[in-house]
């Protein structure tokens, strides 16, 4: 479940998330995005998590990790190419070393950089759709069931 919510936390990322200021001097909107640099997490049993954003000169989502525990960490690596991106997971477990792991998802993404489709190491895939830059679908391809969003705006 954590993994998958750092792939969606990822996935809104890659987009950015920006926001607007009705705080800036003369009554004018700021265009500047407003980057999320960390967001913290209370799980249903009391697990709190902390979640690290960093960012590339073109305020891209190049990394996120969460905070390192005693027993390991996860992270997630991003690079670009022309319309696709490239994240690489990694799980590193300090406890059991052979529980180690990393894995490449594939994504291929639109003219307005939003992810069309997630390729993940077994050759899955899930298709995304948009609606006024809202995420509005998910298909996942080894499934029938069909994740609808919707969105108070």
Request: aromatic share 16%; with cysteine.
């Amino acid at each position: 479940m954590k993994k998958l919510f750092l792939i969606v936390a990822a996935m809104f990322a890659a987009v950015s998330f920006s926001a607007c200021s009705d705080d800036d001097d003369n009554g004018h909107v700021s265009d500047k995005p407003v980057l999320v640099k960390q967001c913290i997490i209370t799980e249903e049993y009391g697990e709190t998590d902390i979640v690290y954003f960093e960012y590339d000169s073109q305020n891209r989502i190049s990394h996120i990790s969460s905070a390192e525990r005693t027993d390991g960490k996860e992270e997630f690596l991003f690079s670009y190419n022309e319309n696709k991106m490239t994240i690489t997971y990694k799980q590193t477990d300090y406890t059991e070393p052979d529980r180690s792991y990393t894995e490449i998802y594939i994504c291929e993404q639109n003219t307005d950089g939003y992810i069309e489709k997630e390729t993940d190491p077994n050759n899955d895939y899930t298709t995304y759709s948009y609606k006024n830059g809202y995420l509005q679908n998910q298909q996942p391809s080894y499934s029938n069931q069909q994740y609808t969003y919707n969105w108070n705006h």
